[in-house]
């Protein structure tokens, strides 16, 4: 059995993949998105338990696209983790000013397991 399914945008193809193979490993469908294009599809057609979002990407930052795309994100009740290597106080400052449930410092596996595995569960209880 799956243990949810999570939508991972991020414009670094090599993050992208190390990040689907770990979650994979224990057992999360991973789709990937890679960039901002095409974001409200994947979310409208994959269906996520939850969004993992990269901060720091050309064109549309990540906190730009969640402006965007929340209105889609709130019909279905999905929650949003950012997920970036900004220093930790800038995430946290974002975290506040957009209203994402939280956020995940790239390279942190530990609380990438965590925090994944706790908004899942959150997210299929509360619906």
């Known amino acids: 059995m799956k243990r949810g399914k999570i939508l991972l945008i991020d414009d670094n193809e090599k993050d992208l993949q190390v990040t689907k193979e770990l979650l994979e490993k224990v057992g999360y469908t991973v789709i990937q998105n890679y960039g901002w294009l095409g974001t409200t599809n994947s979310i409208k057609f994959s269906?996520?338990?939850?969004?993992?979002?990269?901060?720091?990407?050309?064109?549309?930052?990540?906190?730009?696209?969640?402006?965007?795309?929340?209105?889609?994100?709130?019909?279905?009740?999905?929650?949003v983790l950012f997920y970036s290597s900004l220093d930790e106080s800038e995430l946290?400052?974002?975290?506040?000013?957009?209203?994402?449930?939280?956020?995940?410092?790239?390279?942190?596996?530990?609380?990438?397991?965590?925090?994944?595995?706790?908004?899942?569960?959150?997210?299929?209880?509360?619906n």
């Open 47 to 79: 269906e996520p338990d939850m969004v993992l979002l990269d901060v720091k990407m050309p064109a549309i930052t990540g906190d730009q696209l969640y402006d965007i795309i929340n209105k889609h994100l709130k019909e279905r009740n999905i929650p």
């Open 92 to 126: 946290r400052k974002l975290k506040i000013s957009k209203g994402v449930a939280d956020y995940i410092s790239k390279g942190d596996i530990f609380q990438l397991f965590k925090k994944v595995s706790s908004y899942i569960r959150k997210n299929r209880y509360s």
